[in-house]
């Protein structure tokens, strides 16, 4: 940003937002104000940071140039004013206290990881933090999990309790400390400290507790272990034993765990990369700040145990992000799995004495810290499709995520998401805020969270919603929710949402070819949707295409249960069906008892699934999809899956010419399935071409759960480039359901502005 100022101005104010604040941002300030032998004043308000400057004109030139070009590694300032004023009577510059009842434009700091400077004096012996697992500075450490309320000062935060000692005072106090208004500073004298909790016994000293923690991971046990956001569940990843315990005690029979990687200072990929395959863009990702999980693929040869993702060929790998986690690897010198501290299901768990009531027959041991957390904020995931890495679930480091809304709202609003991978979106004038992720709302405790995140975000944000938005299947628990609310509630079609958030990406006004593919949804027609195409803009979708109908049996046991998906297809052309196990649920579906009709791509990758005799049952939702993908490759042949208008006029896909092929077991499992994952994307090509022809759209979205699948996304990305179409798959926000909160109020602003 270039900001000149008129030669004649020799003071002047600004009032600059963005992220500046838990980013070492006025000590930045302070410093170049005084390089440029400049008087004033800086201070905090809420959100925001308003700076009062005189002296020369040449020296507030720079000072202006400086402020963006070379701010702190993590600020994003954006001026929002400034005006010249009057010099008054300063003789240096200053930093003043934060004041509380400005106008609020918030911005809350995500937590942050261990910063360099930091980790080389958490290594040196010299240093008087060495090895301390709560070492940070203005550039690291936690920010959203340990803020009561803003501005973001320490006494605002969950280190109130730990008053400063003499040492670290001094480097608070002092501008040109790298801890100056670092508000979680603390050291071995003054701030918080580990615990260590086994068979009752209580060991509370650091270096001891850390010591019996490494003893009891070699000795193969599990340990819940306190970080930034929660507990994880750790243990020793080349340990068959030890993780099929961690499985069955969680229970968690065969979803993937994640692994987290000891992280040389010189080389922090050098561990890790022995494992997976990576590319330069991947090291990039993994050292980021926010240090997510990233999907990789597994090198061959060099593998850890097999129990972390059974016949899966990726793992989901991360790197230390908290002292803790750096002092605990470093020591054990090995992988561990690293997973949310919590019965399966459930948010992770955050504090001490509850998780050794909940998880008194998961973990062997306890490492607890007496950092209060204040809020949860799991790990974030992400994986590599198309050429970027692409979030599957937002956490810790990412979330709270602020977009910029291409609408202006009318009033303050609250998006309440969706049944699964629940996320809620706190909304007003043209800012939008995604919470991190909360989890499925089957549970008592993910309704806990999900409530607390609703009263967190606008407590934070200082913005009372006055309008929700849901869901519009009316058993959805957040759906119910906010029917007991006393505000008004819009609905929203779960798959127009999906549209939406995409259509936000695509960074277009014009129309767009929604392809929204997922599991469930319901539809303004009363059906459960699964397999739509719409075009059009947020404020007004226009269906155009779908999949051929069929009948699902055994309500929401059809997720858990491929078989099911494999019957109704088989059923439905009059095939019998070889992993049916029930002559009994035929009969039913003949009658129509306890089916529903669907358009789900999902569910045909789960009959794909099922025929293919991949699993016929599946302990975590998209298993079934995730087999397949897994033991399917790139090819060059496709199937042509018909696509007709039916009596409606709408363009239907007829998948029933994919049945001979999965049924046909003189080809190898490998063939057929990597022959229905790219007939699939020709499918969706054929569709796009249809539409393209019709409607003159070139624009095409991909938006659904079903998107989160690399090779169907990579092969119809490919295809529909070289058809000429510019495609956008979502980067920013996940394209499955944790989406929905965020697509719900692109929908609700865009209808206050039609075309």
């Given amino acids: 940003m270039t900001l000149t100022l008129p030669p004649e101005v020799q003071a002047c104010q600004l009032l600059l937002a963005g992220q500046v604040q838990g980013v070492g941002f006025r000590p930045f300030i302070y410093q170049i104000a005084q390089q440029n032998h400049l008087c004033g004043w800086v201070r905090n308000q809420l959100g925001t940071v308003a700076i009062h400057v005189q002296g020369q004109h040449p020296d507030l030139q720079q000072f202006i140039a400086a402020i963006f070009s070379q701010k702190p590694p993590l600020a994003q300032p954006q001026c929002v004013t400034w005006q010249a004023v009057l010099p008054e009577n300063f003789t240096d510059f200053r930093i003043l206290a934060s004041e509380a009842n400005s106008d609020s434009d918030i911005r809350v700091p995500v937590d942050l990881f261990l910063c360099e400077a930091c980790l080389t004096e958490l290594n040196n012996p010299a240093d008087r933090r060495h090895r ?15 803020i009561e309320r803003l501005p973001y000062d ?20 002092n501008p040109h400390d790298r801890r100056f208004h670092a508000e979680p500073i603390a050291c071995p004298v003054c701030g918080p400290h580990l615990s260590w909790v086994h068979k009752g016994k209580v060991i509370e000293n650091n270096e001891l507790a850390l010591s019996h923690a490494v003893a009891a991971l070699r000795q193969g046990q599990i340990l819940a272990v306190k970080g930034i956001g929660g507990y994880h569940l750790l243990c020793d990843a080349n340990n068959d034993t030890s993780i099929q315990r961690l499985r069955q005690r969680k229970p968690r029979p065969s979803k993937p765990l994640a692994v987290l990687f000891p992280a040389p200072p010189h080389s922090p990929c050098q561990v890790v990369e022995k494992f997976v395959i990576l590319t330069e863009a991947d090291r990039a990702f993994l050292s980021q700040a926010a240090r997510p999980i990233l999907l990789l693929p597994q090198r061959d040869g060099v593998r850890l145990s097999a129990q972390i993702a059974p016949r899966l060929r990726e793992i989901g790998v991360f790197l230390p992000y908290s002292p803790l986690h750096h002092l605990l690897l470093n020591a054990f010198a090995a992988p561990v799995v690293a997973t949310s501290a919590n019965l399966s299901g459930e948010p992770v768990l955050t504090d001490n004495r509850a998780v050794e009531q909940r998880l008194s027959a998961v973990a062997d041991g306890f490492l607890h810290h007496n950092r209060p957390i204040v809020r949860p904020a799991d790990d974030a995931v992400y994986r590599p499709i198309a050429g970027q890495a692409r979030p599957l679930r937002l956490g810790r480091g990412i979330s709270p995520l602020e977009l910029t809304l291409p609408y202006r709202l009318p009033q303050p609003v609250l998006a309440l998401g969706s049944q699964m991978k629940n996320t809620v979106t706190l909304a007003w004038d043209k800012r939008a805020v ?37 869901d519009a299947h009316p058993h959805y628990r957040s759906h119910r929710w906010a029917r007991q609310q006393p505000l008004p509630v819009t609905t929203v079609l779960h798959h127009h949402a999906h549209a939406a958030a995409a259509y936000y990406e695509a960074q277009t006004t014009g129309k767009v070819i929604a392809f929204t593919w997922d599991a469930v949804g319901l539809g303004d027609d009363g059906r459960l949707w699964g397999g739509e195409t719409f075009i059009g803009q947020p404020h007004r979708w226009e269906r155009v295409a779908s999949m051929r109908p069929f009948h699902l049996i055994g309500g929401d046991r059809v997720g858990r249960e491929p078989w099911r998906s494999a019957a109704a297809l088989c059923w439905e052309l009059g095939l019998n069906c070889p992993v049916s196990p029930h002559d009994v649920v035929h009969l039913a579906w003949q009658r129509r008892l306890n089916t529903v009709t669907s358009t789900s791509v999902a569910r045909l990758f789960d009959a794909a699934s099922a025929l293919l005799g991949l699993g016929q049952t599946a302990d975590f939702e998209g298993k079934a999809p995730m087999l397949l993908e897994s033991h399917s490759q790139p090819c060059a042949n496709a199937l042509d899956v018909p696509v007709r208008p039916n009596a409606a006029g709408l363009w239907q896909a007829d998948w029933s010419v994919l049945l001979p092929l999965l049924l046909d077991s003189r080809q190898s499992v490998a063939e057929r399935a990597s022959l229905f994952h790219h007939s699939m994307a020709k499918l969706l090509l054929n569709q796009a071409k249809i539409l393209r022809q ?24 490919a295809l529909l480039q070289q058809a000429g179409f510019r495609v956008t798959l979502p980067a920013q926000i996940p394209c499955n359901d944790a989406g929905i909160s965020f697509g719900q109020v692109m929908v609700y602003a865009a209808r206050f502005f039609g075309d």
């Fill in 434 to 470: 995604v919470s991190p992720h909360i989890g499925d709302m089957d549970n008592p405790r993910s309704l806990a969270v999900f409530h607390q995140t609703i009263h967190d975000l606008q407590a934070l944000y200082r913005v009372k919603a006055l309008h929700l938005l849901c």
């Fill in 132 to 146: 301390y697992p709560f070492i940070n500075c203005t550039q690291c450490g936690p920010r959203y999990t340990l």
């Fill in 154 to 173: 320490r006494a605002n935060t969950s280190m109130a309790s730990f008053p400063l000692c003499p040492d670290c005072a001094a480097e608070y106090q």
């Fill in 694 to 717: 019709q409607h003159n759209i070139q624009e095409v979205t991909l938006s659904g759960g079903v998107f989160q699948n690399r090779l169907l996304s990579e092969t119809a990305v």
